[in-house]
């Protein structure tokens, strides 16, 4: 009696002891399971493949007619963003999650399909990278678009014309070798546009070289840069006034060619916002002209005020946007954070607002 009193309470011990550890096994796999599944979704993107679909964003329309070949994944193969599924073939429309128009629209080139049934989650993108100059009347857009896609900052896809990211770029700087005192590439030069009277006054002042098709000195694309790296100072004027309205003629004429912007477009806090305060000199510090022609003149004779100007490319690099693609895979990187309800039913006064 005691012997089997002693032995059944031997076995419940045990069985106690057996469930804690089954306990423990179980909590122990568990922590493993979760611990893997999450480094594998930290690791690598394209494991959420299998766990959540892809973003499809169908192109309606190339911007300019500018067609190009996409690949079966092309946002992640060309630009490493996953689960984005871009696409232009319009026969996919009924599953497109996001659908971009642009200004195709407003030549005739293209128009709305308004005919089909609108998938009621699907957003219809506007997007144009010219200023509201040049747009023409979008009071036609009211109450059909979910989403904007410009270069302005408060578009819902805000995509720059480019971008200072921190420096990767090994070694110092260098700059490029000067012999030019000021430079200037234009193929629309309009005697209305406010630049036109800049240039006029400056070039009576110092000497300006003017390049392209209006000059008729057209350069290939490989000759832009290295033509305009030998001049102290390129004109980026744009052609229109508007806020964030800083273009290539800043980030790729002057600033990839290794040579100081004098910008013409919209205030100086406007590019502070994008640029540091010490990497330009703006038409408007000067009150006049001959004050602007004057300070470029000092600045190319004193070499070290002249290459302060360059003291922030120790810092950062200088990025563009090459392709439409690129700018169109940015949606599927933002797309959580893109507002899931939204209607622009005054597309035109968005699209023209100064702050
Ligand atoms: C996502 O799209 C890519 C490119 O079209 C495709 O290769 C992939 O199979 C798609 N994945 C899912 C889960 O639909
Ligand atoms: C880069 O510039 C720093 C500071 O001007 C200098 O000390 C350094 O030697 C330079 N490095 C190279 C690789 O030229
Ligand atoms: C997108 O805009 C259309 C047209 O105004 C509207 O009917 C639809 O509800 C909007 N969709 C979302 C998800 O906001």
Not at 60 to 66: E, I, K, L, R
Not at 150 to 172: C, F, H, M, W
Not at 310 to 339: A, G, H, M, N, T
Request: aromatic share 14%; hydrophobic share 35%; proline share 6%.
């Amino acid at each position: 009696m005691a012997v089997s009193n002693a032995a059944s309470a031997v076995s419940s011990m045990d069985f106690k002891k057996c469930r804690k550890f089954h306990v423990f096994l179980v909590l122990a796999l568990v922590f493993i399971i979760s611990c893997s599944v999450s480094y594998k979704w930290s690791i690598s993107g394209r494991w959420r493949e299998t766990v959540r679909s892809n973003v499809t964003i169908l192109i309606w329309t190339w911007p300019f007619g500018q067609t190009s070949t996409l690949r079966k994944d092309e946002c992640w193969d060309s630009y490493h963003v996953p689960d984005c599924n871009l696409v232009d073939s319009r026969s996919l429309f009924s599953q497109a999650d996001v659908v971009i128009y642009n200004r195709e629209l407003q030549n005739g080139v293209t128009k709305l399909p308004l005919d089909l049934p609108r998938p009621p989650a699907q957003k219809w993108v506007w997007f144009s990278l010219e200023s509201p100059t040049h747009n023409g009347d979008l009071r036609r857009y009211g109450g059909v678009f979910n989403w904007t896609m410009s270069y302005q900052n408060d578009a819902d896809i805000s995509v720059p014309y480019g971008e200072l990211v921190p420096r990767t770029t090994k070694g110092n700087y260098t700059i490029p070798a000067k012999k030019t005192m000021a430079c200037w590439v234009v193929s629309n030069y309009q005697s209305s546009h406010k630049r036109s009277g800049v240039y006029m006054s400056l070039k009576s002042l110092i000497p300006v070289e003017v390049y392209g098709r209006w000059a008729n000195k057209p350069l290939n694309d490989d000759q832009v840069l290295p033509i305009i790296s030998q001049c102290y100072f390129y004109l980026a004027f744009e052609n229109s006034l508007h806020r964030d309205y800083i273009t290539e003629k800043l980030w790729y004429n002057a600033f990839l060619a290794g040579t100081v912007p004098v910008v013409l477009g919209p205030p100086r806090a406007n590019y502070e916002a994008y640029i540091p305060k010490d990497s330009f000199i703006h038409v408007d510090d000067f009150a006049s002209i001959t004050e602007l022609a004057t300070f470029l003149n000092e600045l190319a004779s004193d070499k070290e005020r002249y290459n302060s100007y360059f003291r922030w490319r120790s810092d950062y690099d200088v990025k563009r946007y090459y392709s439409w693609q690129e700018r169109f895979c940015k949606i599927c990187e933002i797309y959580e954070r893109l507002p899931p309800r939204k209607i622009y039913d005054d597309l035109d006064s968005w699209s023209k607002h100064e702050p």
